[in-house]
């Protein structure tokens, strides 16, 4: 877990701000207070000195951003196993897990979704992704697109949580973190056929999207829902033709 113990407000503020965004699992303490058991990092001011038998790294009030990811990167290479879950939608929820400590947390659009999570692979310890079983079009495309990458595919029956009152919009996020945690089967690809549903639905998208009303064919509708092409790359080709 990451600790942020400063009296210097543009650090604090700096970096729990970072932290926020990211969405990784921190506490604040005084300086001088007794560190939390599970303490793996500790961010501090440029003033502030740091206590023993614990990794410090003091931020600079002019660029937290810099001490975060220093953070992170000590999380990622410590004893923990990098695990990666996936709740797949079309904004799916990410959660990098480091043993059994969240990290970071992202909330991405579809087609930006696998080059994230090849970016968290790289140079995390022994790197595992797994990803839900639900959204088959959205998760295969995913899949699909992480060669070279050990994948597991998790039953996620379950692990969309009940949110509470200001939680709105965690619940992808909160998902993918409930799937890092749990063993699913291997998997190196996924081939999905698009049932009609599908297919209607990715039309109406199409005309819901599309300035003129327009609304792609099925072909282009089996090739978007294949991930060969996004709904709008779709409505360009329909306007070409």
């Known amino acids: 877990m990451i600790v942020v113990a400063t009296e210097d407000f543009e650090v604090y503020h700096g970096v729990v701000g970072e932290l926020r965004e990211r969405g990784v699992a921190f506490t604040t303490i005084e300086p001088g207070d007794e560190l939390p058991e599970r303490t793996r990092v500790l ?8 206590p023993d038998g614990v990794e410090s790294i003091r931020a600079d009030p002019d660029n937290p951003r810099e001490a975060v990811e220093a953070a992170l990167s000590a999380l990622r290479t410590g004893d923990g196993r990098t695990i990666i879950g996936v ?4 904004r799916p929820g990410i959660a990098v897990l480091s043993g059994e400590t969240v990290v970071a947390a992202f909330q991405v659009p579809l087609a930006d979704a696998a080059e994230l999570v090849i970016e968290e692979v790289r140079g995390g310890l022994d790197p595992l992704v797994r990803i839900g079983d639900g959204a088959r079009l959205q ?26 009152t200001g939680a709105r919009g965690m619940g992808d996020v909160l998902a993918a973190v409930n799937i890092a945690r749990m063993e699913g ?7 999905i056929e698009p049932t ?46």
């Open 43 to 50: 961010i501090g001011g440029p003033d502030d000195e740091p």
């Open 87 to 90: 709740d797949p939608g079309d």
């Open 139 to 164: 998760g295969a495309t995913i899949v699909n697109a992480l060669d070279g990458v050990r994948v597991e595919l998790v039953d996620e029956t379950g692990t969309t949580p009940s949110l509470g």
């Open 185 to 191: 089967e291997a998997i190196e690809h996924r081939e």
């Open 196 to 241: 009609e549903g599908e297919l209607t639905v990715i039309k109406r998208r199409s005309r819901e999207r599309s300035p003129e009303n327009r609304e792609i064919d099925e072909a282009l509708a089996r090739r978007v829902a294949h991930g060969e092409l996004t709904v709008e790359e779709a409505l360009e080709k329909h306007r070409e033709e």
